[in-house]
């Protein structure tokens, strides 16, 4: 089956969390649904550009950070992106993030399917506070996708 993706930007991550749970509620599941935010906190650092709790690949974790109360990115993994800084991140875009650290989030995103110099964008909104939500689903899903990132607040959202 065909899939595309629908990414988006949110001012604030309890608008992200409001948009991940509404997802869920639709059907949308954990290996659909990816979230990427500026750690403001930097907990966990140790020495050099890595975090002591890189949980993303913990699909634990990433469902119980999409579906519990205590908050979406509570416990997604933490990752140092050069250029970016800290980052917590769920979904299988942090997976690809794990991977290959060097391409950044926008590289990460060229794997959805995201031309480049749009993913350049979503990752330069990144690096300035926003967070970024990207939703690899069938081709059938994606406008509704595309409907609850937008109702929940999300900005520049587009499908690809």
């Known amino acids: 089956m065909p899939h595309k993706s629908v990414v988006g930007l949110f001012q604030s991550k309890e608008q992200a969390e409001k948009a991940a749970n509404d997802l869920r509620n639709k059907g949308f599941t954990e290996n659909e649904i990816s979230v990427v935010a500026k750690d403001d906190n930097q907990q966990g650092r140790e020495e050099?550009?890595?975090?002591?709790?890189?949980?993303v690949g913990d699909g634990t974790a990433m469902g119980a950070g999409i579906g519990g109360a205590a908050?979406?990115?509570?416990?997604?993994?933490?990752?140092?992106i050069p250029g970016i800084g800290p980052i917590l991140a769920i979904g299988p875009l942090a997976a690809t993030l794990t991977g290959a650290v060097g391409g950044g989030i926008a590289?990460?995103?060229?794997?959805?399917?995201i031309p480049e110099e749009r993913g350049r964008h979503y990752e330069e909104q990144v690096k300035q506070g926003r967070i970024l939500a990207a939703i690899k689903t069938s081709d059938n899903k994606v406008e509704e996708a595309a409907r609850i990132l937008r109702q929940n607040g999300a900005q520049d959202v587009e499908t690809h």
Not at 48 to 55: A, E, L, V
Not at 71 to 80: D, P
């Open 107 to 113: 590289g990460g995103l060229v794997d959805f399917g």
């Open 71 to 80: 908050g979406l990115l509570a416990s997604a993994g933490a990752l140092a």
């Open 48 to 55: 050099g550009n890595r975090y002591t709790n890189q949980r």
